[in-house]
Structures are given as structure tokens and as C-alpha cells.
């Protein structure tokens, strides 16, 4: 048990610190990249999780850090800045591409409303 306790806490650490480094400090460089250049930056992030690293299209068992993107690319076309480590602090890593996210348009009206379903004032 203890062993996994400390396995948690290094995926976390992971977690963050990889999340810091694609997200939170590069987003003043992500505006900058998304300028017209051919390679792919900052911009391409779209979110980083815990998950289990797939390798050949089966998940492995193995907890790594999973970096979603909007595209896969080959490391050469990627900004060196943007590129996601094999690992941080030990901790493997992973990429996965998941396309263009939108936070969903639709809008309903719900009486009563059920489970799971935001309420607020409507304008």
C-alpha cells in the first residue's frame, strides 16, 4: 500500500509539473506561435491527465501522464519547446491526439431538471 501511495504522488507531481510547462507558462508563447508558423507549439495542447499508456493500440497497465493535442506530429515538425519528454520525474508520458475541443452549444430547458445538467440564469 505504501508503494502505491508513493507512485500517486509521483504521477501528480508528473502531472503538474508537465501541465505547468505546456499550459499555464507557455500560454503568452502559444499566442505568439500560433502566428503562421509550419511547426507545431504550445497551440497544439489541449490538456494533460492521468491515464495508462497505450503502445499498439492496447493500454499497457503502466499509469503515465497523457498529453492530449490537437494533432499528432513527428517530433521534427514539433517546436522544441513543445515537445513532450519520454518522461518527468520517472513517470512515463504519452500523447494523444483528440482534435478541436468545443465546449458544447446546445442550450435546453429542463423541468424538472435532472442529474448532471447545469442551472443557472438565462439571459
Do not use: W
Not at 502559444?30 to 492521468?50: C, D, H, K, L, M
Not at 519528454?85 to 458544447?104: C, H, I, M
Amino acid at each position: 500500500m505504501k508503494k502505491d501511495k508513493v507512485v500517486s504522488s509521483a504521477l501528480l507531481k508528473a502531472r503538474e509539473d508537465l501541465e505547468k510547462a505546456l499550459l499555464f507558462d507557455a500560454a503568452p508563447m502559444a499566442f505568439a506561435a500560433a502566428s503562421g508558423t509550419e511547426r507545431y507549439g504550445f497551440e497544439n495542447v489541449v490538456g494533460v491527465g492521468i491515464g495508462e499508456k497505450v503502445a499498439a493500440e492496447s493500454e499497457t497497465g503502466e499509469p503515465c501522464v497523457t498529453v492530449y493535442v490537437i494533432a499528432k506530429a513527428p517530433r521534427r515538425e514539433v517546436d522544441s519547446e513543445a515537445l513532450v519528454p519520454a518522461s518527468v520525474g520517472g513517470v512515463a508520458t504519452d500523447v494523444v491526439a483528440v482534435g478541436e475541443l468545443t465546449a458544447q452549444p446546445y442550450r435546453g430547458r429542463y423541468r424538472p431538471a435532472p442529474g448532471g445538467v447545469s442551472i443557472g440564469h438565462i439571459k
